[in-house]
């Protein structure tokens, strides 16, 4: 799958902007402040019509305009087609698919896939557990449409059972319906679960490989799945099984979480441990290894979704390679081909000598050539 070409009017600085991308390698290169991450983002927005940087698409407006448009010309293995997003400050945005308007931006999901790596993507080693539950989740959704609708309800019962949880001494008769909150929310949990032991195991292999390679065999990345306490290996047991063991475990909690006024053990709570050589990342790897690991990790995904779709997303690569020592840097830029890539950096000679991509220069919102 790729981007054939890309045509901005007064998005973040790019006024008005017509772009042909090479069908593999294109290194956008640049000064600070220039316009290279708008450009992947604008890239990254014909996917779903969000932004990887803001919730309001007001802020990827040109400032000083009340309107704009991001078009995307796609073509995969079966189809072209032409994706229009139209923005404006007065009216909620709309989508266009071979000039169809469609109703809403779930429309959006399977015509057109990427991955983007960015420095934000540190977190997922850095950060807190919720960092690396968004990653699975949206990586899993992007597969598989049934996930995110469990994930919908999962969500909307917990906050029903929290808020239950949390208000019943005011109303005691809430109490009277915890019982089927607990039972629904073990439903939905047990089938989460199976969902995301199963893709972790798979991304725990694909990016335990793809670490071992950029640093040059010389660690060993380590993803495990961690779950609720009462249950050992989800992969070894049927969702029916996994149902009972949630249910027991909520059974056995039932008092504590009356008494804690909040709910207690569930898949809301759910990470991923991430060792490298043995160690605990987050406590001790150092910042090339954190982004080895955090880089490992999206290029899993990516491996992951090209099995699935059988055809590569279109790698978004920000600011990559700062950080990495030259070897690491060339097998992160020898390892990305075989689809289409955009790589942002501010030294084009380094990257542009070893990729042998088309460069494409940024300097104030404009490409210049
Ligand atoms: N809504 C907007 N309207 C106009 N200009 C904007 C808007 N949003 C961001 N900008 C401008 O875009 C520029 C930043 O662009 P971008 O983040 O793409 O830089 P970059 O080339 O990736 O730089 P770096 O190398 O520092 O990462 C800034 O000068 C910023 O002021
Ligand atoms: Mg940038």
């Not at 279109?314 to 070897?327: H, K, W």
Request: neutral net charge.
């Amino acid at each position: 799958m790729i981007v054939q070409r890309l045509e901005l009017r007064n998005f973040r600085n790019y006024r008005e902007l017509g772009c042909d991308f090479d069908p593999q390698i294109n290194v956008i290169t640049g000064r600070n402040a220039q316009g290279k991450t708008n450009l992947l983002e604008a890239v990254y927005y014909l996917a779903g019509a969000r932004s990887f940087r803001t919730r309001s698409d007001r802020d990827i407006l040109h400032m000083a305009e009340t309107e704009g448009a991001v078009t995307g010309f796609i073509a995969s293995e079966v189809r072209e087609q032409r994706i229009d997003i139209y923005l404006s400050r007065r009216e909620r945005k709309k989508i266009f698919v071979g000039g169809v308007r469609m109703k809403s931006a779930s429309e959006l999901a399977g015509r057109f896939a990427c991955t983007l790596f960015c420095p934000d993507d540190l977190e997922l080693i850095k950060g807190g557990a919720a960092e690396r539950r968004r990653f699975m989740d949206l990586a899993i959704s992007q597969l598989r449409p049934k996930y995110a609708d469990l994930l919908t309800n999962f969500n909307r019962i917990y906050e029903q059972k929290t808020r239950i949880l949390r208000d019943y001494r005011d109303r005691q008769d809430m109490l009277d319906v915890l019982d089927e909150f607990s039972l629904n929310l073990a439903k939905y949990g047990s089938e989460l679960m199976r969902y995301r032991a199963s893709w972790c195991a798979r991304a725990a292999q694909a990016a335990g490989d793809i670490h071992g390679e950029i640093s040059g065999c010389g660690e060993k990345l380590r993803l495990d799945y961690r779950t609720v306490s009462a249950i050992e290996d989800p992969l070894e047991m049927s969702v029916r099984e996994i149902l009972d063991a949630l249910l027991r475990q909520q059974e056995r909690l039932r008092q504590a979480e009356i008494d804690a006024g909040q709910c207690l053990a569930g898949v809301q709570k759910d990470d991923i441990a991430i060792r490298i050589d043995g160690s605990e990342a987050s406590k001790y790897a150092s910042q090339g290894q954190i982004r080895t690991a955090a880089l490992s990790m999206k290029l899993a995904e990516w491996t992951i979704c090209r099995d699935e779709l059988g055809s590569s997303p279109v790698l978004l690569l920000d600011d990559v390679l700062s950080e990495l020592d030259a070897a690491r840097q060339d097998y992160v830029l020898n390892s990305i081909q075989g689809g289409q890539v955009l790589i942002t950096c501010c030294d084009e000679e380094e990257v542009s000598r070893r990729t042998g991509g088309s460069i494409l220069r940024i300097e104030g919102g404009r490409v210049r050539n």
